[in-house]
């Protein structure tokens, strides 16, 4: 069974950093793509950042291109998101999600579709 666990959320001022981590368990010798997503109160959860199994290649949503990065770690299944210049509206649940059997392809993995196993999520919020 695979296990994600999220580390890192917390509580901010607008303009601030965070940064998330997430680590995948239970499938040894296999590298999963990875991405955030996350939820506000009332809304659709929505894709955040996405890395490739390798690491070579990232996709973010639009309204966090150029402030989020995202990145894997050296242990097999870990990666990070770096968030900088966090504004209100970022306020919500980031959850990690791991791709097991879907395609590899960008734009599914851009979709709750593209993932198998979820974590529990972290709660960030940032105040103004």
């Known amino acids: 069974q695979v296990h994600l666990e999220e580390s890192g959320g917390g509580l901010v001022q607008a303009g601030g950093s965070l940064r998330l981590s997430c680590a995948a368990s239970?499938?040894?010798?296999?590298?999963?793509?990875m991405g955030w997503f996350r939820q506000a109160p009332g809304q659709e959860r929505e894709f955040v950042a996405g890395v490739s199994w390798s690491g070579d290649n990232t996709y973010y949503a639009d309204s966090v291109k150029g402030r989020f990065t995202i990145s894997r770690g050296n242990s097999e299944n870990t990666i990070y998101l770096e968030m900088n210049s966090l504004k209100p509206e970022d306020t919500a649940v980031y959850l990690c999600?791991?791709?097991?059997?879907?395609?590899?392809?960008?734009?599914?993995?851009?979709?709750?579709?593209?993932?198998?196993?979820w974590g529990q999520g972290t709660q960030v919020t940032v105040s103004s």
């Open positions: 999600a791991a791709s097991e059997y879907g395609p590899a392809i960008i734009a599914v993995l851009r979709t709750t579709r593209g993932y198998d196993h």
């Open positions: 239970g499938r040894p010798g296999t590298k999963f793509a």
